[in-house]
Every structure is written in structure tokens, then in C-alpha cells.
Nanobody, 116 residues
Framework: QVQLVESGGGLVQAGGSLRLSCAVS????????MGWYRQAPGKQRELVAT???????TYVHSVKGRFTISRDIAKNTVYLQMNSLTADDTAVYYC??????????WGQGTQVTVSS
């Protein structure tokens, strides 16, 4: 059973930074891609950033230049560094792992709240 555990969320003022971590129970290279999604109240879950097995990285337009996705292979951990946060970044952030057979695995989510 694949397990993903997020941490690092919290309350931060606008303009501040947070780093989210996603600890994965298996080697992240087992998955086609690792990603971060977020869901704000009343909105659909949206993709924020992904990193593929061969390290191709994508970001949603609204976070480009502010967020950075990375991974530590030895620690089976994926990170999301978030800088210059705004109130629009307030959401529950979820870690995702997509397998070779397109199965999706999700963490429980971590709340990020940005006060303006």
C-alpha cells in the first residue's frame, strides 16, 4: 500500500514562504510522476506542479516563478517551496503519485492559509 504523508502547511502572511514536504513510502522513481495539487474552498482541485521520473517539471501558470518542486531521492521525499505567497494560494495542498498504470495515490492534504 503506497502511502504519502504531507507536512509543512500552516498560516503565513502574504509575501511569506512555506515549504511543503511529501514523504513517500516507496522510491519515487517507481512512479511516472510526482505532483502537488491544491483545492480551495468551493473550487475544483487543480494541478500546481509536477516532476516526472526523468525530471521534467511543469507548473500551473499562476505559480511560475514563485513555487519550486523538487525531490530528495535518498529520502523518498518531494518538496514544494512556495515563495511570495498570496491569499489566492490559500488551499489544501495534496501530494500525488501517478504510477506506470495511471493509478493515482494521494496524501491526506495539508492546509495552507495566507493572510492578507
Amino acid at each position: 500500500q503506497v502511502q504519502l504523508v504531507e507536512s509543512g502547511g500552516g498560516l503565513v502572511q502574504a509575501g511569506g514562504s512555506l515549504r511543503l514536504s511529501c514523504a513517500v513510502s516507496e522510491n519515487t522513481f517507481r512512479f511516472n510522476a510526482m505532483g502537488w495539487y491544491r483545492q480551495a474552498p468551493g473550487k475544483q482541485r487543480e494541478l500546481v506542479a509536477t516532476i516526472s521520473r526523468n525530471s521534467i517539471i511543469t507548473y500551473v501558470h499562476s505559480v511560475k516563478g514563485r513555487f519550486t518542486i523538487s525531490r530528495d531521492i535518498a529520502k523518498n521525499t518531494v518538496y514544494l517551496q512556495m515563495n511570495s505567497l498570496t491569499a489566492d494560494d490559500t488551499a489544501v495542498y495534496y501530494c500525488n503519485a501517478k504510477s506506470n498504470t495511471d493509478n493515482d495515490y494521494w496524501g491526506q492534504g495539508t492546509q495552507v492559509t495566507v493572510s492578507s
